[in-house]
């Protein structure tokens, strides 16, 4: 199993020195991956709240500073050796897909070909409408995104006609390193788990139990054979939060994955690949914690669980 670590490019720690703190200890340590978020901007009076809690629904700060995923993987890309880099995930539907097509192509030549692509499609109305995006029309946006994104990576003059997007009798230089970029597919929902069994080389679940990524994965192997597309073909990867306690945990205190101590939390991983699971990232909690914090939180990590689970 992959271990990754999430970048604060979201919240209190969005600063270069945190970033490139955690950076660099995940490439001295041996993890497999760093993780960035996505969003443009967020609204002040959100119609929707944050789709990934749980009990209490809850509101995105509007002043939270947000540094650009992009922006960040290609400051990370030049000063790490080994360690992939990753966005978990990008809005694809906000952006044009030319521009994206350009820009992952530069930061996986800048990183020697160490670039996975996390995709999503959104969820805050208010953000497509500052984009001037329809985002009932945003599934069929990103499938349509996913398809230019592999023609103009992999085709010396890409054609593509499209519904949204059109590119043709150009050249888009330079390729990725290998003239792709892995492409996981992020969420639970049955939609993502299509998209990723038609067009995606992984799939990137978010925040889940162990019944419930046993249930999803059940499902996502429905999904698969329904598609002709055998799950094994595709990365299993879960996006988890992770709180490491000094002692074992009841089962009722253990209130978000992955929490409780660390015997409770390899068996969890363990559980998982058993399920098929090839990658977990992490996000420390609690939330907000200072930078030395995170890193000692990271190097616990690194001397107790990646071993136990590699």
């Not at 029309?137 to 990103?142: E, H």
């Not at 059940?218 to 598609?227: D, S, V």
């Amino acid at each position: 199993m992959e271990i990754g670590i999430s970048l604060p490019n979201i919240g209190p720690n969005a600063t270069p020195d945190a970033i490139y703190a955690i950076a660099d200890k995940a490439d001295e340590l041996g993890f497999d991956t760093v993780w960035t978020s996505d969003h443009l901007a967020l609204p002040r009076h959100p119609a929707l709240p944050y789709p990934y809690s749980r009990g209490t629904p809850r509101t995105l700060d509007a002043d939270t500073p947000i540094l650009d995923p992009l922006a960040v993987m290609a400051a990370v890309a030049g000063r790490t050796k080994r360690v992939k880099i990753c966005v978990g995930v990008l809005v694809l539907p906000i952006r044009h897909p030319l521009v994206t097509a350009k820009l992952v192509s530069a930061i996986d030549q800048l990183s020697g070909g160490r670039v996975i692509l996390g995709v999503g499609t959104g969820w805050i109305p208010e953000e497509f409408d500052a984009a001037g995006v329809s985002i009932k029309q945003r599934g069929a946006m990103t499938d349509e995104q996913i398809r230019y994104l592999r023609e103009v990576w992999s085709q010396e003059t890409p054609q593509f006609a499209g519904t949204f997007y059109r590119i043709g009798d150009m050249s888009v230089e330079p390729k990725p390193v290998r003239r792709s970029v892995p492409i996981w597919v992020g969420g639970n929902s049955d939609h993502a788990m299509r998209r990723a069994a038609a067009l995606g080389d992984g799939l990137h679940m978010i925040d889940l139990t162990n019944a419930e990524a046993a249930q999803r994965i059940a499902r996502f192997q429905e999904i698969c054979r329904a598609a002709n597309r055998p799950m094994e073909h595709l990365t299993l990867s879960v996006f988890n939060q992770l709180r490491i306690t000094k002692d074992r945990l009841e089962e009722s205190e253990r209130n978000f994955p992955v929490t409780g101590n660390l015997d409770q939390v390899i068996a969890d991983l363990r559980f998982l690949q058993g399920l098929g699971v090839q990658h977990v990232a992490f996000s420390p909690r609690p939330r907000g914690m200072d930078v030395p914090a995170y890193l000692r939180v990271m190097e616990l990590i690194a001397r107790e669980i990646i071993p136990a689970v590699a």
